[in-house]
T-cell receptor, first 110, second 111 residues
Framework: GQNIDQPTEMTATEGAIVQINCTYQ??????LFWYQQHAGEAPTFLSY????GLEEKGRFSSFLSRSKGYSYLLLKELQMKDSASYLC???????????FGAGTRLAVHP | DVKVTQSSRYLVKRTGEKVFLECVQD?????MFWYRQDPGLGLRLIYF???????EKGDIPEGYSVSREKKERFSLILESASTNQTSMYLC??????????FGSGTRLTVV
């Protein structure tokens, strides 16, 4: 993805916690999204951070540091259904354009 | 809930054919987008539209054109399909708050 770096693949065990990191270019930045995408399906919205800090939503939390150009997605109590790609996405100027990272493919094992 | 509908889930076309991919949204959104998604590359923006009859090139517009004659419909056109246009095509729409809603995608194979 354009100016967005995230790991290509991660593996974790059911019930564990996993953190997916993302760094991005800060110029023209307004906000940072995380999307989940199961194989063969469209991306679905998980979170949106505009301000620094941690946003918690059930088992998923997302953190943003605007000065560092850094975000992470934290998944707790992992379930098998969490096996998917997780896309780090930043805003890019007007008309609500977004720039997508290439995604982190997470495999959850029993 | 916002619904974005893409007309076909799977398509197989021959090299040189003209291909139309249709996308319809039902929430009166101004902004609509066409992306393609390829392994290891993420989603790349082809074209977007911010109003009826208005369009802007994205990052990879070559070989594509678009049409937005009505607010709810945004069409992607491959003038002469080539094998390197084999991909997953995703349409999205958004209102004023950046919340993207995606269609279910069209997996296009050009043979």
């Amino acid at each position: 993805g354009q100016n967005i770096d995230q790991p290509t693949e991660m593996t974790a065990t059911e019930g564990a916690i996993v953190q997916i990191n993302c760094t991005y270019q800060t110029s023209g930045f307004n906000g940072l999204f995380w999307y989940q995408q199961h194989a063969g399906e469209a991306p679905t919205f998980l979170s949106y951070n505009v301000l620094d800090g941690l946003e918690e939503k059930g088992r998923f939390s997302s953190f943003l540091s605007r000065s560092k150009g850094y975000s992470y997605l934290l998944l707790k109590e992992l379930q098998m259904k969490d096996s998917a790609s997780y896309l780090c996405v930043r805003t890019s100027g007007g008309y609500n354009k977004l720039i997508f990272g290439a995604g982190t493919r997470l495999a959850v094992h029993p | 809930d916002v619904k974005v509908t893409q007309s076909s889930r799977y398509l197989v076309k021959r090299t040189g054919e003209k291909v139309f991919l249709e996308c319809v949204q039902d929430m009166d959104h101004e902004n609509m987008f066409w992306y393609r998604q390829d392994p290891g590359l993420g989603l790349r923006l082809i074209y977007f539209s911010y109003d009826v009859k208005m369009k802007e090139k994205g990052d990879i517009p070559e070989g594509y054109s678009v049409s937005r004659e009505k607010k709810e419909r945004f069409s992607l056109i491959l003038e002469s399909a080539s094998t390197n246009q084999t991909s997953m095509y995703l349409c999205a729409s958004t209102g004023p708050n950046y919340g993207y809603t995606f269609g279910s995608g069209t997996r296009l194979t050009v043979v």
